[in-house]
């Protein structure tokens, strides 16, 4: 149980970093002088590097832990389980897109205005709904 936990923790830890680049990058693409422009790319650097990635790390390599602990029989059952595993990939590509629009504000290459950033900021969070149901309720 308690490697459980420790998933959900680390899980709670990059979700907060999955919730709060985007809003940055809200902030930073409204931003129109240099001093903000250079205190958000610092914010994001560390934001994305010393909380999301290794947040995001610790929680794949307990997840799959977690997995390794069921006989492969049980897992070829579990369709909420391989559900959820194709979100976690589709959560991974999002935080590797936050990682390329990150890189394009340090280097003065964004394309995008405040309004796709708000958008984009709302994503995750369908993922989560959809991974806490499937983790508790197992529908399948």
């Not at 194709?86 to 280097?107: E, N, S, T």
């Not at 969070?125 to 991974?131: E, G, K, R, Y």
């Amino acid at each position: 149980m308690l490697l459980k936990a420790f998933h959900i923790i680390f899980m709670v830890t990059w979700f907060s970093g999955l919730f709060y680049l985007p809003r940055l990058f809200v902030y930073h693409a409204m931003s129109d002088d240099a001093i903000s422009d250079e205190r958000f790319k610092v914010m994001e650097r560390k934001l994305f590097w010393g909380i999301m990635t290794p947040g995001a790390i610790v929680t794949i390599i307990l997840g799959v832990w977690l997995m390794l602990r069921f006989p492969p029989e049980a897992l070829g059952r579990m369709t909420w389980l391989h559900i959820k595993l194709i979100l976690v990939g589709i959560l991974i590509a999002y935080h590797v897109w936050c990682g390329k629009l990150m890189r394009d504000f340090q280097h003065g290459r964004n394309r995008h205005g405040h309004v796709f950033y708000r958008w984009f900021n709302e994503f995750p969070v369908l993922i989560l709904i959809a991974v806490v149901i499937l983790a508790v309720v197992r529908p399948f």
